[in-house]
């Protein structure tokens, strides 16, 4: 008889938050601005999130902050890579060409229109998520923010770090 079934849901941890930004700058240049105007310190983390896409391993910059006082650590990770990959071309019979081909990968693929994401681990307050939201928002140079619903993600799996 069964008594108890554990299912994958069951380990995984959702005690974090999400906010989108959208915005044109650099990540370097938002993470500075976030620093003053959120009063937070994000420094480039050493290692960036690498995703596994058509053999070849892309990285999105992320940028980290531990606030100890309230026992949360802060992500900035990039949503958008723009890179630059070798496609061949079969040219014949026996010749074979490798064409340099812009690419684009999205780390959350359905919400391909965000430029960053926010990730906010550890108990946090609406109230207080609404707060960081609407200073974001007061940032010139960000085209908007919001909170996202981490049940309606598909590619989830990939902000588990």
Known sequence: MQIHSLEIDDFIDTDYSLISIHTGLEDYKLAYL?????????????????????GQCIPFSVYSFNDEAQSNTWYLIEN????????????????TINETVNTTSYLVP??????FLLKIEGDFASYKLLEVIDSIKSIKQVITSYSIDISTLKSKDFLIF
Do not use: W
């Open 110 to 115: 359905e919400k391909k229109k965000m430029d």
């Open 34 to 54: 976030l620093n003053e105007k959120l009063n937070v310190f994000f420094a480039k983390s050493r290692t960036s999130l690498e995703l596994k896409e058509n």
């Open 80 to 95: 958008k890579y723009h890179g630059v990959s070798n496609k061949p071309i079969s040219n014949g019979l026996f010749q």
